[in-house]
């Protein structure tokens, strides 16, 4: 199986002590790992990493996800299990929280899954976003089946390990997302607008902004003391 990775920067943020204050990170990534095969099946070992700030989400001690055939019938509903104690990351002066899951999961060799995670909600402190406090935070990740011909190495991508960011008032401030790929395919960054879940519709959305504010530029940019230019 030839993989074909995309890997989606879903939510754009950044926190800053002295130039700005934008909205907490709440966000995480969805990724897989290949354990081992059969004739017939492939087992992987999904991960989800959560992020939520002291008012977000609970990061309890089990997650599910959801995995769907896009080419055939197959369905799953795995529980990850929490594998190490939530912890801190701090920029210096911001601190947000972060969990790991993970579970093995047997899917047929045949069908290209795609693994999905929702959940509700982000923080009221959201006063960039329409409602911050209902709208739901989603991910997903993609397995390539087809062809079926999975090698002993194929596995997703490699994140670089979570960490909030500060600037320096007047100064550009880089940031890099150098995820890999062991494998060494093909791995595309892509802004794109932070994706929430429609519970009634059963339906992915983008995030709805307030005034002022667009999935491209979310923290304030009106040229006051506040402002920051986002450059990508």
Known sequence: MKLKIKTIIAALAMLSCQLFEATHLIGGHLTYVLVSSTATTVTYNIRLRLIADQSGIGLGTTESV?????????????QLQRYMSVYSISSGCETAYAADYRADVTVPKDKNIKITYHTCCRPSSYTSMVNASV??????????????????????????????????????????????????????????????YDAPSSSVVNVSYASGYTWNQPVPNNGGADSLTLDY
């Open 66 to 78: 959801n995995l769907n055939a896009t080419n055939g019938t197959f369905a799953a509903t795995p």
């Open 135 to 196: 709208q739901q935070l989603y991910l997903d990740a993609m397995i390539m089946g087809t062809p079926s011909n999975p090698r002993g190495f194929d596995n997703g991508v490699n994140p670089l390990a979570t960490a909030l960011h500060s600037s320096v008032v007047g100064m550009s401030s880089y940031i890099p997302f150098q995820w890999s790929e062991p494998d060494g395919d093909s791995v595309n960054v892509t802004v794109i607008p932070s994706r929430g």
